[in-house]
């Protein structure tokens, strides 16, 4: 699983005469988040090009930028009860949802949880990874979204677009991957033995 850092850079201009501000906005990926679902450690490089450089590891409630895991009682695969998943199509993919938590208006519960789910073995997303399972194992939790009837207002979790990798890019994921083979974790504080492990090859 692949997440990328973005860097967003704001360059703005006073245009006196006509009294406004002429902006510029640039996004640029400042580094790339390498996860995977068998444990609970992230590799970070620089790029997500060839060559990449592996910039540090390190536990996954413990990364510095983009999505945030809570802590080691939150990562962790967690059972939940089947749910026949409803049809539904969003940016013209097709997906699926259910309802985890329906309101109930007279006892004064006005919220509504509902899990978008895509139906892929073996995909693998930022959700999963933090602990949200489908006990089918062909389906796979993208998104949650929740709405407050009392306040009428809510968040939406979507998936905007699905392609299949271009050669360049499985390449890139290839290298990436192989590299986070090389780096040895400590379990206990969580940081990256790397250079100390090139030390004691080079000692021999």
């Not at 360059?11 to 640039?26: C, H, M, P, S, Y």
């Not at 192989?178 to 400590?186: G, I, Y």
Request: glycine residues 6%; charged residues 25%.
């Amino acid at each position: 699983m692949f997440e990328f850092n973005p860097g967003i850079y704001l360059n703005g201009k006073l245009n006196e005469q006509a009294n406004t501000i002429d902006a510029t906005i640039r996004i640029d990926t400042t580094s790339v988040y390498l996860m995977q679902f068998s444990h609970l450690f992230y590799q970070e490089f620089d790029t997500f090009d060839l060559p990449s450089n592996m910039i540090r590891t390190g536990k996954l409630w413990k990364k510095f930028d983009g999505f945030h895991f809570d802590s080691a009682e939150v990562v962790q695969k967690l059972p939940s009860p089947y749910i026949e998943p409803i049809d539904t199509v969003i940016n013209n993919i097709q997906c699926y949802y259910f309802t985890v938590h329906k309101p109930d208006i007279k006892a004064g519960d006005f919220n509504e949880i509902k899990v978008i789910l895509i139906k892929k073995p073996g995909f693998t997303s930022l959700n999963k990874i933090g602990g949200s399972v489908f006990p089918d194992k062909d389906y796979c939790v993208v998104g949650i979204n929740a709405y407050s009837y009392k306040n009428k207002d809510g968040f939406v979790q979507e998936l905007d677009s699905l392609r299949p990798l271009a050669r360049k890019e499985i390449h890139i994921c290839k290298d990436m991957s192989a590299k986070s083979k090389t780096a040895v974790l400590d379990t206990i504080n969580g940081f990256t033995a790397i250079k100390e492990l090139e030390k004691k090859r080079n000692l021999n």
